[in-house]
């Protein structure tokens, strides 16, 4: 399977220690800026379909808006209930002053 960077956004948009959403290649993504450090992953809860970047920081957990449930952004794990399924996470790479996100052709 095929995989390319995608620039998604600049690297000061990134808020520090907060999430963002942005769109590449037809997906929303939920990004954040944890202690100097960027990650990526779907922006939609596995359990409840909200918008993971109206939901709120804690150090590497993002609660989802809906019903509290929290994912570790660095590796996607549901962290507690109701959540039962991972979110996806995506690789992320910092080149020129911009966010870059790889993705899989095909997802």
Known sequence: MATQWIKVVEL???PKD????????G?????????GA???TDNLCTHGHARLCDGFLDGHEIECPLHQ?????RSGKAMCEP????IRTYPVK?????????L???D
């Open 12 to 14: 000061s948009a990134v």
């Open 18 to 25: 907060d999430v963002t959403a942005v769109s590449a290649a």
């Open 27 to 35: 997906r929303e993504l939920a990004i954040y800026g944890v202690d």
């Open 38 to 40: 960027v990650f990526a």
């Open 69 to 73: 449930g929290k994912f570790d952004v």
């Open 83 to 86: 959540l039962t399924t991972d």
């Open 94 to 102: 910092i080149e020129g002053g911009y966010v870059f996100v790889e």
């Open 104 to 106: 899989h052709a095909g």
